[in-house]
C-alpha cells in the first residue's frame, strides 16, 4: 500500500483488520505490516498487507519492498488534488524496482468527503471518471476503486478484487508452468501483498 | 444582371407610359427561350455579382455601356432593344456570342478593379492604422527622448558636481600632504637639532624589545634610524607593507592628522587597529615582530569578533538597508513580480540584492541575508533531480549553504521558509481564537493541519528549492505560495538532500548513547505524556517538572530521577555543543521552530511525537556514509526517533543561549547546567530537610503516641485491677440474689 502521506493508508489497513476508523493516527515509521484472512470462492487466503510510511525520507526504505509482492495498491486523497497528482511518481518508483507487470489497484481515499461536502461546492475534488481515465492509462492491470475509511464503503470490496487479481495472475503464471511441463499446484494458500 | 435590372427598369418605365401592354404581355412569356441562349453566361455573372456588395459609384457608369454600346447609334428605347432580341432569338439569329464574351469579360474586368478597390482600400486603412500607431510611438519615444535627455543632464550636472568635489578634495588632500610633509621635516630637523637621545633610546627598547631578539632587527632598525620618529616609521611601515590597499593613502592620512593633533606616545595604538582591521586574519610576521607584546591581543580580538560575526536578529528581523537608484533595465520586482519601469527610481538592498518597487519596500520578507553567490554545492543541489543521491562531485554539507563568518550559521532558505510557517501558524492561531466561539475544535479547518506530514507535489517543491537556491535579487516572496504544504516540502527536501545531516554522522553514536540514557529516565513520563497527550508539560522546564514531582510523590525518588534526566540532558546538550557550527546552529534553530509547531498543536495537530517520527530520518539520519541494506536502515529507525524526542526534551533556553550567544561553549553550558545543578542540589537539600522535618514530626508524633499509649494503658491496667473486684462484686451480688431466692422458694 503505497501513497502519500495522510491520505490514509494505515486507516485503510485498520479498517480492513478490525473494521474500526481511528481518526488521527500517528505517522508510520518505515515499514509495518499485518496479516488478514480473505474468503473468496470459500477458499481462504491470508494475506499481507505491506504498510509504508509516506513520508518522503522513508522512500529509500520502503522502495525496497517493492520487489516480490503480488500487488500495489496506490492510495490517494480525493480532496487533494497534489496527492493525485504524485500518483504518477509513484508509479515511476514501482517501474523502477519491479519489472513484470503486476496487479495495481488505484484506491481513492475519502470518497465520504465528497458526499458531505459537495453541497457546498467549496473543494474541487478528484473525480470518478478522471481515477478511471488515470487507471485505463496505466495499463489493463489497474483498476480504480473509490473507498471510505471513516464509513466503510467498499473496503471489503477492495480487499477481494485485489485478491481476486492476484489468483488470477498467479493462474495465469500457474498454466505456463503447466504448459511448461511442471506442475505446481499450491497447496497452501498463502499470497503475499503490499499495500 | 444589368440587363435584368435594366430589363426591369426598363418594364416599369414601359408600362406606364404607353400602349402595348397585350404586346408585351404576349413577348413575356416568350422569355423562357432566352434562357438557352443568354442565360448560359448569366448565372455566373449573377453569382459573382450577388457575392460582392454593389459598388458605390460605378452603376451608372458600368450599366450603360452593355445596354447602350449597340443601340447608341440606332437610338432605341429598352423596350425596341428587348424587342430587338426577342426578335433574334426567335428567328433563331444567334447573339453574336462574340459580343457576349467581350462584354462578359469587361464585366469581369470591373468586377476585379472593384476588388482591387476594395483591397486598396482596406490598404490604406490598415496603413492608416500603422501611420497612427507609429506616430504614437514616435510620439512615446519623443517623450521617453526627452526625459532620457533631461536625465542625462542631471547626471551630467550631478557628475560635474562630484568633479568638482573631487577636485577640491583633491587639492585638500595635496595641502594636507604638504602639510604633513612639512611638518615632518620640521619635526626631523627638530630631532636632529636637539638630537635627543633619551627619546630614541626609549624609543628603541619599546619597539624592539621582541625584534631584537629575532633576525630582523637589521632592516627595522634601519628604518628606524632612518626615520627617527614614531609617526615616520609607522607611515613607512604601512606605505612598505601594506602599499596593495587601495584606500591606504586616506587612511594614512588620516593617521597623521590625529597624528598632528595629539603626542607620538598614546598614537601607536589607533594605527595598529587601523591595521588589524586591513589584514584581520592575515598578520603579517613583519609587523608581529615589530609591534610591541601590549597591543597584540587587541588585534587578535579583532580578528576573533571579525571571524564570528554574531548577529542575533539574523533569524528574525534583521533589516534590510536599501538604497535608490534608477532603473536602466526593466527588472522584476522581488515582492510582486511587476516589472520595474524604465528609468524609475526603486529601491535595492545593499546586502540581500533584492529589487523592490518603493512602495513594496515594507513587504520585502524581513530578515536580510546577505546574498551568498551560488558554490558548487548549491548548484549541485540545484541540479539533483529528486530523491536519488547522485554519487561523486562535491559533498553536500548545511555549512555550504551558509555565508562565511556569520554566526547564527542557519541557511538563508531554512529561516526564510520556517518564518513563513511560524507566520501562517500564528496566523491560524489567530483566526483561531477568534472563531473558537463559533466552531468546535473538531470541524475546524485550517491551513495549517498537519504542517510537515501531508507531502505537497513533486515538482512545486524542487521548483520552489531551486528559485531560493537561485534567486539573485532577494529570496522570492513566500506570501504568494499557496500551500503551506509546499514550503514545509522545502525544508524537508533541503534536509533530506544533504549528505550529512543535521546530527553529523561523525557524532551519531555519541547522540545515540546520550539520548538513549536520556529516555531511559523518562520512559514513564513518556507514556503517561502520550496517554494523555500531554505534551506541554515536558516542555515547561526543569522546574515544574521538579515541583510537580515533589507535590504528587512527596519523596525524594522524583527528584532523583530528575536529576539523573538533567545530568544526563547535560551529557546530551555537551554533544550537542561539539557539533560544527552550521549544524549546531541549525539543529537548534529548526528544533525551536518545530517546537512551536508542536506548541500550537491545537491548529496544527502535530504532536511532538509525529514530528520527531517525520524528522528523526532528515535530522538524525544514518550513522554510516556507505549505503546500507535497507533491514539495517529500518533498524536504525527507532534510534532515530529516540534521539528526536531526546532533542525535544531540551529546553528552549538553551536553544536559544545557542544561537544568540557569542561565545556559547560547552564551558558557558555547564555553567548553566552548573546553575540548574546548584538549583537542583537546592531543591534536594529543602525535599531532605523537608524530609528530615517530617520524621522528626513523625517521632514526635509517634512519641506522642506512645505516650498517648501509655496513658490508654494506665486506664486499661486500672480496669484490669478493677476486674476481678467487679467479678467479686458480681459472685457477691449472684450470691446475694440466690441466696434471696432460696429464702423466698
Not at chain 2, 521558509?417 to 470541524?443: G, H, K, L, P, Y
Not at chain 2, 544533504?498 to 557524532?507: K, Q, T
Request: net charge positive; hydrophobic share 30%; glycine share 2%.
Amino acid at each position: 500500500m503505497i501513497g502519500d502521506s495522510t491520505v490514509g493508508k494505515t486507516s485503510l489497513i485498520n479498517r480492513i483488520r478490525t473494521g474500526t476508523f481511528k481518526s488521527d493516527p500517528f505517522p508510520t515509521i518505515g515499514i509495518d505490516f499485518q496479516t488478514v484472512q480473505v474468503k473468496v470462492d470459500n477458499e481462504f487466503y491470508d494475506l499481507q498487507l505491506w504498510d509504508t510510511a509516506g513520508q518522503e525520507r522513508y522512500h529509500s526504505i520502503t522502495r525496497n519492498y517493492y520487489r516480490r509482492v503480488d500487488a500495489i495498491c496506490m492510495v490517494f486523497d480525493i480532496t487533494k488534488e497534489q496527492t493525485f497528482l504524485n500518483v504518477r511518481n509513484w508509479l515511476t518508483s514501482i517501474e523502477d524496482t519491479v519489472f513484470e507487470p503486476i496487479p495495481l489497484l488505484l484506491i481513492g481515499n475519502k470518497c465520504d468527503l465528497r458526499y458531505i461536502n459537495n453541497k457546498d461546492d467549496k473543494l474541487s475534488f478528484i473525480t470518478r471518471q478522471s481515477g478511471i481515465r488515470l487507471a485505463d492509462e496505466i495499463g489493463p492491470n489497474c483498476i480504480f476503486i473509490e473507498t471510505s475509511c471513516k464509513t466503510g464503503f467498499d473496503v471489503d470490496n477492495t480487499i477481494i478484487i485485489a485478491t481476486k487479481m492476484i489468483i488470477a495472475k498467479q493462474n495465469q503464471k500457474n498454466n505456463c508452468k503447466v504448459n511448461g511441463g511442471i506442475n505446481v499446484t499450491p497447496k497452501s494458500n498463502y499470497t503475499k501483498k503490499c499495500c | 444582371m444589368y440587363y435584368s435590372s435594366s430589363y426591369h427598369s426598363s418594364i416599369r418605365v414601359r408600362r406606364d407610359p404607353r400602349q402595348p401592354v397585350a404586346f408585351f404581355l404576349s413577348n413575356l412569356p416568350n422569355p423562357s427561350p432566352l434562357p438557352s441562349i443568354v442565360e448560359m453566361p448569366l448565372p455566373t455573372k449573377k453569382l459573382t455579382k450577388r457575392t460582392t456588395p454593389p459598388p458605390p459609384l460605378p452603376p451608372p457608369s458600368l450599366s450603360d455601356p452593355p445596354t447602350l454600346q449597340k443601340p447608341s447609334t440606332i437610338k432605341l428605347s429598352a423596350l425596341a432593344m428587348y424587342d430587338d432580341m426577342t426578335r433574334y432569338s426567335n428567328s433563331n439569329n444567334l447573339v453574336d456570342f462574340n459580343e457576349v464574351n467581350k462584354i462578359i469579360s469587361l464585366v469581369k474586368n470591373f468586377d476585379e478593379c472593384r476588388k482591387k478597390w476594395a483591397d486598396a482600400l482596406d490598404t490604406i486603412h490598415e496603413r492608416d492604422e500603422t501611420i497612427v500607431k507609429l506616430q504614437e510611438e514616435i510620439h512615446r519615444l519623443n517623450i521617453h527622448c526627452e526625459s532620457m535627455k533631461k536625465a542625462l543632464a542631471r547626471e551630467s550636472k550631478a557628475k560635474e558636481e562630484f568633479q568638482k568635489e573631487c577636485n577640491v578634495m583633491r587639492n585638500k588632500m595635496a595641502l594636507l600632504r604638504s602639510m604633513v610633509a612639512d611638518q615632518q621635516r620640521q619635526q626631523n630637523d627638530a630631532e636632529h637639532r636637539t638630537s635627543n637621545d633619551c627619546i630614541a633610546s626609549r624609543y628603541i627598547d619599546n619597539t624592539d624589545q621582541s625584534s631584537i631578539g629575532d633576525d630582523q632587527t637589521d632592516t627595522d632598525t634601519g628604518s628606524l634610524l632612518f626615520d627617527k620618529s614614531d609617526d615616520g616609521l609607522e607611515s613607512t611601515q604601512i606605505k612598505s607593507t601594506e602599499s596593495n590597499h587601495r584606500f591606504e593613502p586616506i587612511i594614512e592620512v588620516n593617521d597623521e592628522m590625529e597624528n598632528e593633533s595629539s603626542e607620538s606616545k598614546p598614537l601607536f595604538k589607533p594605527k595598529l587597529t587601523v591595521k588589524a582591521i586591513r589584514s584581520a586574519s592575515v598578520i603579517s610576521e613583519n609587523q608581529q615582530h615589530r609591534q610591541r607584546p601590549q597591543p597584540m591581543p587587541r588585534t587578535v580580538n579583532l580578528v576573533r569578533s571579525q571571524t564570528t560575526k554574531l548577529e542575533a536578529d539574523r533569524l528574525d528581523s534583521r533589516p534590510h538597508r536599501f538604497m535608490e537608484k534608477k532603473a536602466f533595465k526593466t527588472l522584476p520586482c522581488t515582492v510582486c513580480s511587476v516589472a520595474i519601469g524604465f528609468y524609475s527610481s526603486y529601491s535595492t538592498c545593499s546586502e540581500c540584492r533584492a529589487i523592490v518597487h518603493i512602495n513594496c519596500r515594507g513587504r520585502l520578507a524581513c530578515p536580510c541575508l546577505p546574498y551568498m553567490a551560488p558554490n558548487t554545492s548549491i548548484r549541485k543541489m540545484i541540479s539533483l533531480p529528486g530523491d536519488k543521491v547522485l554519487s561523486g562531485g562535491k559533498f553536500l554539507i548545511i555549512g555550504d549553504f551558509v555565508p562565511d563568518l556569520t554566526r547564527p550559521c542557519v541557511p538563508a532558505i531554512l529561516i526564510h521558509c520556517c518564518n513563513e510557517i511560524d507566520r501562517r501558524i500564528r496566523q491560524a492561531m489567530e483566526d483561531f481564537t477568534t472563531t473558537n466561539t463559533t466552531v468546535s475544535v473538531q470541524d475546524f479547518e485550517s491551513p495549517v493541519v498537519g504542517v510537515y506530514r501531508i507531502s505537497a507535489t513533486d515538482q512545486d517543491v524542487r521548483q520552489l528549492r531551486n528559485r531560493i537556491l537561485r534567486a539573485e535579487h532577494g529570496l522570492p516572496n513566500l506570501d504568494r505560495i499557496e500551500s503551506i504544504h509546499t514550503i514545509c516540502g522545502v525544508v524537508k527536501m533541503f534536509l533530506r538532500n544533504l549528505e550529512d545531516s543535521l546530527v553529523s554522522r561523525i557524532m551519531w553514536h555519541n547522540f545515540v548513547r546520550a539520548s538513549s540514557q536520556i529516555n531511559e529516565t523518562i520512559p514513564k513520563q513518556l507514556a503517561m505524556d502520550d496517554v494523555n497527550d500531554d505534551h506541554d508539560k515536558r516542555d515547561s522546564g526543569v522546574d515544574d517538572n521538579i515541583s510537580d514531582h515533589t507535590r504528587s510523590d512527596g519523596d525524594g525518588m522524583a527528584t532523583n530521577t530528575m536529576m539523573n534526566k538533567n545530568r544526563r540532558l547535560l551529557v546530551l546538550k555537551k554533544v550537542i555543543c561539539e557539533l560544527p557550527l552550521p549544524h549546531r546552529d541549525s539543529l537548534a534553530f529548526l528544533i525551536r521552530h518545530l517546537n512551536y509547531v508542536a506548541d500550537c498543536e491545537r491548529v496544527t495537530f502535530m504532536k511532538r511525537s509525529a514530528l520527531a517520527t517525520i524528522f528523526a530520518p532528515t535530522i538524525v539520519g544514518n550513522s554510516k556514509f556507505c549505503p546500507q541494506s535497507p533491514a539495517d536502515l529500518q533498524r536504525e529507525i527507532p534510534k532515530q526517533i529516540m534521539v528526536m524526542t531526546a532533542l525535544f526534551e531540551i529546553d528552549d533556553k538553551f536553544w536559544q543561549q545557542l544561537l544568540t550567544e557569542n561565545d556559547f561553549s560547552i564551558q558557558s553550558s555547564f555553567q548553566e547546567n552548573g546553575r540548574t545543578t546548584n538549583r537542583l542540589v537546592k531543591n534536594m537539600s529543602s525535599t531532605i530537610d523537608q524530609c528530615v522535618e517530617q520524621s522528626q514530626q513523625q517521632q514526635q508524633q509517634q512519641s506522642k503516641l506512645v505516650k498517648k499509649s501509655e496513658t490508654f494503658k494506665q486506664p486499661s491496667q486500672q480496669q484490669q485491677q478493677q476486674q476481678p473486684v467487679k467479678s467479686a462484686t458480681i459472685k457477691r451480688h449472684r450470691s446475694f440474689v440466690e441466696n434471696i431466692r432460696k429464702t423466698f422458694y
